[in-house]
């Protein structure tokens, strides 16, 4: 059985980084799209950073700020995440696609597995 498990999460300073890690088990996450998506209170999810087969893309919200990448050691996708803002802190989670080798979308229903979700906080 797929699982994913985030961590990394915390409390940080405007203009400070955080890297989040997102553990993967039961697959591979070299043949699959994972996304990383964020959920402030009262908001919607959304969608953040997507890495895929040849392919990484960055909402337009954090381009220039985040980096996302696959562990080089370890079945993982890491997110860095830079410069941060009081506007990033929510909820991030990590999200595996339904299909194999598919595109990178911010699309919610197009996940099948989903992490527990790791804090972000960033004070002013």
């Known amino acids: 059985q797929p699982q994913l498990v985030e961590s990394g999460g915390g409390l940080v300073q405007s203009g400070g980084s955080l890297r989040l890690s997102c553990a993967a088990s039961?697959?591979?996450?070299?043949?699959?799209?994972i996304t990383w998506f964020r959920q402030a209170p009262g908001k919607e999810r959304e969608g953040v950073s997507c890495?895929?087969?040849?392919?990484?893309d960055y909402s337009a919200s954090v381009r220039g700020r985040f980096t996302i990448f696959r562990g080089s050691a370890d079945n993982a996708v890491n997110l860095q995440m830079d410069s941060l803002k009081p506007e990033d802190s929510g909820t991030y989670f990590c999200?595996?696609?339904?299909?194999?080798?598919?595109?990178?979308?911010?699309?919610?229903?197009?996940?099948?597995?989903w992490g527990q979700g790791t804090p972000v906080t960033v004070s002013s």
């Open positions: 039961g697959f591979s996450v070299n043949y699959y799209a």
């Open positions: 890495i895929t087969h040849g392919r990484t």
């Open positions: 999200a595996r696609a339904r299909q194999s080798f598919g595109p990178c979308v911010f699309d919610t229903s197009e996940y099948n597995y």
